[in-house]
């Protein structure tokens, strides 16, 4: 399995990918949504991505619609990780196709139970 993960702190992608290796998910980095757009062009499709919202060049929400109006990735499931933390900003990255959404700060364990519940992890 696959995941893209998306977040321009280097960080923060360093911290997720260590939480979802532990699933045996091959991880590829992207520090915005433009770079994420070109990797996707690179690699086979990933079965996730995380995805941060507040990013130079193209923020996650933009990201997501992209993705989601190209039929090719229409089984990716999309993982939104944002500060964001209104009902009305996770309303608004569902609707833009989010498969789901966890707020910062997050741990470990609130991300395996948002993997565990888009069928990702065990």
Known sequence: ???????????????????????????????????????????DVPELALVDWDMPRMCGLDFIKAVRADPDYAGMKILMISSHNTIEDVGEALAAGATDFLMKPMTEEMLHDKLQMIGIAP
Request: hydrophobic letters at 45%; proline letters at 0%; aromatic letters at 4%.
């Open 1 to 43: 399995m696959k995941a893209l993960i998306i977040d321009d702190s280097r960080t923060m992608r360093r911290l997720l990918a260590s939480y979802i290796e532990n699933y045996s998910i091959d991880v590829v980095e992207a520090e915005d949504g433009l770079n994420a757009l070109e990797k996707l062009q690179e690699i």
